[in-house]
């Protein structure tokens, strides 16, 4: 049985390299797309995904916001911020929200094994964002890999 993910992402481009890559995994597809967090919240009610990537910055509300709505009306599902902002900030602040990951855009491997270490149930951050601020949020799962 493959294992579903929904994308939130305004960035076409953005979201048609996410669909390529989460497609050619076999055992991986994409169940939904949204281009706005609030779009999101509309469509995902009446779906059950395993997994939502979201994009940091999105008009109208922002990642962090739609973790925190999301978390409320589906407290089980796993949710991951993919984003170009390198500052630790964000990602501490998406781990608080209830993001079970934050992966950097721009490198295809990392996207996908953060992808997979969330859909096992581990926490993921971006190899340099790792700092020891992101420890305490984040996992002693994750802290030993390399």
């Known amino acids: 049985m493959k294992k579903t993910i929904y994308i939130v992402e305004d960035n ?27 779009e999101a919240l509309r469509t995902l009610c009446d779906l059950d995904p395993d997994l939502v990537i ?13 973790i925190e709505r999301l978390c409320v009306l589906k407290p089980r599902l796993r949710v991951t911020i993919l984003s170009a902002h390198t500052e630790t900030v964000y990602a501490e602040q998406a781990l608080v929200a209830g993001a079970k ?13 953060g992808i997979r270490l969330v859909l096992d149930g581990e926490t993921y951050v971006s190899r340099s964002m790792r700092t020891p601020a992101l420890r305490k949020h984040s996992l002693p799962q994750a802290e030993g890999r390399s």
């Open 12 to 38: 076409p481009y953005m979201r048609e390299v996410l669909v390529m890559l989460i497609e050619e995994e076999e055992d991986l597809e994409v169940c939904g797309i949204a281009e706005t967090a609030t």
């Open 54 to 66: 979201a994009d940091l910055s999105m008009p109208g509300m922002t990642g962090i916001e739609f």
């Open 101 to 113: 990951g934050y992966i950097l855009k721009g490198d295809p491997m990392a996207i996908m094994e």
